[in-house]
């Protein structure tokens, strides 16, 4: 429907029913639009502050983006939404508001010199030598369509939110018995015994008869059960595709050539050095020093204990606050400082790049192929509704490929997850999630409408052949049954061992004996704490917290994927925190930090009852609707 609406948008008809529609606005008004609340524009309202449902989102896909590394990249808004991620935004959102209102409403307002300061000490705005250089700061606010002004807004914001922050944390530490005995619980250590069975050292079980086998092959069904298959064959209408059949004129490529002219020419951009200062009696000692010494500006910042940096070339839109009067000096010359809202400036332009023109020969390899990928997006909608009228005529895919030229791919057999008998996944499909789900709604010969996917594209697919989930004949898969049924037998084995050898250990017995009996290893484990261990001697997490729980000489025991692991411990080493200062330090840091938590979120439900917070859910749970 969307399609076919962006097809025929430009029709005397559809422009006929806007005009219509107007005038039914005309007649009947609209004032309820505006009676009430009107429709929500913000998720929260903090006294007079309202946090909008742009300002949530952004925040929201912050957070995701900082998940997804911790879940190899597989996390989305569903599981944000599963682990509360979205309420949490929102409260981290809502206090900062509440720390504003508070900042303002006992007059805290930063400085010029703190706010310059912090502007100077982002790492972002500073070179490699470490200096801070306006230029890579006005690259980075334009990057992020940001200019000066809303970052020292920012910034004095945040410098009041800052300050109420750390009176209210100020007192925040934490006592020296808790810190002492936190410390002793996070850093005791004990040293066990272990005795490690592998379940291939157990002896190999006789093969099993028909009866053992078939009982085990009927128990264990989903260990043997091929998933449904599907054969499926894909139509993708790609913009790339059609862009390739669209023919130019050459009077089409010179008027886009003219469209975008603007583009093709470089204004004048100029390089220059550049020292900032603070003061402007400072700025005038530089500029004085510069002419001493004809007009070595970088000396003469340094004579004066000022760091200078180059710039350029740049365009004179690139430094808008100074621009004008730089792109009015004559190379070489020493004007006086320019001021700025970021101090004072000296500047001398040491090379001039004039504006360039570039012609149609120079952009024509540039300007043709997005000619094409342009004139084939216009032309999507139109080339979809006439494929989905052939189709709906009663073409096949077959039929509507070799007459509307879009590719064809034929997959033998796929599961629902893209993954096809062999093991592999499917290759060549774009959208591929996509496909898979409209494929498995389908019924057997059944087909799918053109479905739009990214970037403009579309597709179809038909079900041709359904092999359903069944399991697998004891015939095909009786390798892998007897396989799968020995080793449960030897893991059982190995467990049964593990008991013995546990009383063994329990009885007094020394563990090197008793593993070289069993056909097993004995070790003596590193020093543990309770945080797990990774690598090889790692011991299993269940053994490790039983280990903590004993008094040495007692014994426990735990499976692996591979075996078992039977250990009794050998020693406990108590942590002393008089002699790691440096580590009950940090101990300290963290709990006052944990302590100072608290103590905001204290406050901020007292800001509350001076500054009432409204929680629009019913929008929330509306705009992050996955339905």
Not at 201 to 206: I, L, Q, S, T
Not at 385 to 399: M, Q
Request: charged share 25%; net charge negative.
């Amino acid at each position: 429907m969307l399609q076919l609406i962006r097809g025929t948008v430009g029709t005397w008809i559809v422009k006929g029913l806007f005009v219509l529609l107007i005038c039914s606005f005309a007649i009947w008004g609209i004032g309820d639009i505006f009676r009430g609340r009107g429709p929500a524009t913000s998720v929260a309202e903090i006294g007079p502050i309202k946090i909008s449902a742009q300002d949530l989102d952004t925040e929201v896909r912050k957070q995701i983006d900082r998940f997804r590394p911790m879940f190899g990249g597989q996390f989305d808004l569903e599981q944000a939404k599963q682990m509360g991620l979205i309420g949490q935004t929102l409260d981290q959102l809502i206090q900062k508001s509440l720390f504003d209102l508070a900042a303002r409403g006992i007059g805290l307002n930063a400085g010029d010199d703190l706010v310059r300061r912090r502007v100077q000490s982002i790492p972002g705005f500073r070179n490699q030598q470490g200096q801070f250089e306006p230029e890579l700061m006005r690259r980075a606010l334009a990057s992020s369509s940001m200019n000066e002004g809303a970052l020292v807004t920012i910034i004095r914001e945040e410098a009041g939110r800052n300050l109420v922050q750390g009176a209210v944390g100020a007192g925040a530490a934490a006592p020296a018995p808790l810190v002492d005995a936190l410390y002793r619980f996070r850093q005791e250590k004990r040293v066990a015994e272990t005795v490690t069975l592998a379940n291939d050292k157990m002896p190999e079980p006789a093969t099993p008869d028909d009866a053992e086998l078939t009982r085990y092959h009927e128990d264990k069904a989903v260990r043997f059960t091929a998933p449904e298959y599907r054969a499926l064959t894909i139509g993708q209408i790609t913009v790339n595709d059609l862009a390739k059949t669209i023919e130019l004129t050459e009077d089409d490529i010179k008027a886009a050539f003219e469209a975008r002219a603007d583009e093709f020419q470089t204004g004048e951009r100029r390089s220059f050095v550049q020292v900032l200062a603070e003061t402007e009696d400072k700025a005038r000692a530089v500029v004085a020093k510069a002419r001493s010494l004809n007009g070595d500006l970088a000396a003469a910042a340094k004579a004066e204990g000022l760091d200078s940096s180059t710039i350029g070339p740049v365009a004179e839109a690139d430094v808008p606050e100074i621009g004008a009067s730089i792109f009015a000096l004559e190379i070489g010359a020493i004007p006086d400082a320019i001021k700025s809202d970021l101090g004072w400036h000296v500047v001398v332009v040491t090379k001039l790049d004039p504006a360039r023109i570039r012609t149609l020969a120079d952009v024509r390899d540039e300007i043709v192929p997005q000619l094409r990928k342009d004139r084939a997006a216009d032309a999507m909608p139109r080339f979809i509704n006439r494929v989905e009228d052939a189709l709906a005529g009663g073409a096949t895919l077959e039929e509507a490929s070799a007459k509307f030229k879009f590719g064809l791919t034929k997959i033998a057999a796929v599961d629902s997850e893209g993954t096809t008998p062999d093991g592999g996944k499917i290759k060549d499909v774009a959208e591929t999630q996509a496909v898979l789900q409209a494929a498995f709604a389908l019924a057997q010969g059944g087909r799918s409408p053109l479905t739009e996917g990214a970037e403009g594209n579309s597709f179809v697919v038909r079900v041709d052949g359904m092999t359903p989930s069944h399991l697998k004949p004891l015939t095909e898969v009786r390798d892998q049954v007897i396989a799968a049924w020995k080793a449960e037998q030897r893991a059982k084995a190995a467990a049964a061992k593990a008991e013995e050898i546990e009383a063994q250990l329990k009885a007094g017995g020394e563990p090197e004996s008793v593993a070289r009996a069993a056909g097993a290893v004995a070790a003596v484990s590193e020093p543990l704490t309770r945080r797990p261990a990774t690598g090889a001697a790692a011991l299993p997490p269940a053994l490790l917290n039983s280990l903590f729980t004993l008094a040495p000489g007692g014994t426990a025991k735990a499976a692996t994927a591979t075996g078992q692991v039977v250990a009794r411990l050998r020693s406990v080493i108590a942590a002393d925190p008089a002699s790691a200062a440096d580590a009950v330090k940090d101990v300290a840091e963290m709990e006052r930090q944990a302590i100072t938590g608290d103590l905001l979120a204290q406050f901020a439900e007292g800001l509350r009852l001076s500054y009432p917070v409204h929680v629009n859910q019913e929008f929330i749970r509306t705009m992050f609707s996955t339905n």
